[in-house]
């Protein structure tokens, strides 16, 4: 495919793909396994992993209020209801630079709701590590509300287990939005212990989230590591993947009291997130 960036280091060897600024493919050298599921970008989420901004998941409605003012969301070819996961994951980004071992991405986006901004997508391997980030500059006079995330699919099957901790949960409802926070996490989506859980369909939020997750496949460790308290959980029956997200708020934000995670920018502000894929 064209413009493809094929990325090594003596542990990891990456795949990225400027169109949605996705990564088609995460490969651990030393174990010969796939880190993340391999994709072919026929999809926008047929990948390994894609960014999600300047909002991650849903909004109820797909509109919310800011400042007292009603805030109608675009939407896209990639849902039918929902400016879903953004519109980052959909355009094509520009190569700003790229080495052996990494590349930086900027993207230019603009909707007359009020997203008008600039964003900077690094990927860099670092020893066994994968280092991800994105740079959010907000560019409109007035303040607008952003947040923002990562949607990796890692591989998972069978012989593999997650494990990581959580306070509590937002199970699935309607139009795969969350229904009420619950405190007790029934077994299917509790990875307090590690476990492989239900080869079923789940999609769930979880808050109180350490930071810290780790998927352990045969021998190979994968750790994921992000400084938020939010981390989303999607999986499909029969399907070789588990999605752990990690984003910077929890799903439907821009509903909930104080907009929690959510970040206000005004013109030449900006906000960050950054994550580590980390395999041993």
Not at 46 to 69: I, Q, T
Not at 251 to 261: L, S
């Amino acid at each position: 495919m064209e413009g493809l960036l094929t990325l090594q280091n003596a542990h990891l060897r990456m795949c990225v793909d400027p169109q949605g600024g996705s990564l088609l493919s995460l490969v651990s050298v030393q174990h010969q396994q796939a880190v993340l599921r391999e994709g072919l970008g026929q999809r926008p989420d047929d990948c390994g992993m894609f960014p999600m901004l300047p909002l991650a998941n849903r909004v109820v409605g797909n509109r919310f209020l800011l400042r007292g003012e009603q805030v109608v969301l675009p939407q896209h070819d990639a849902d039918d209801t929902f400016f879903l996961h953004g519109d980052g994951w959909l355009k094509r980004w520009e190569v700003v630079t790229a080495t052996q071992s990494g590349c930086l991405l900027q993207l230019r986006s603009w909707h007359p709701c009020g997203y008008d901004y600039t964003a900077q997508l690094c990927y860099q391997l670092e020893a066994s590590s994968l280092h991800a980030s994105l740079t959010l500059t907000h560019c409109g006079e007035q303040p607008m509300i952003y947040g923002c995330g990562f949607h990796p699919f890692f591989a998972f099957d069978k012989r593999s287990t997650a494990q990581f901790t959580a306070s509590g949960f937002w199970p699935e409802g309607e139009q795969h939005l969350p229904q009420e926070w619950q405190r007790v996490i029934p077994p299917a989506a509790d990875f307090m212990r590690a476990q492989y859980g239900e080869d079923s369909w789940l999609n769930v939020g979880y808050s109180g989230w350490s930071g810290r997750a780790v998927i352990q496949r045969d021998v190979m460790k994968v750790t994921i590591l992000a400084q938020t308290p939010w981390l989303m959980l999607f999986r499909m029956s029969g399907e070789p993947f588990l999605c752990l997200e990690p984003q910077t708020h929890p799903v439907n934000a821009h509903h909930m009291p104080g907009q929690p995670g959510l970040q206000v920018l005004a013109q030449g502000e900006r906000c960050h997130f950054a994550m580590q894929i980390c395999v041993e």
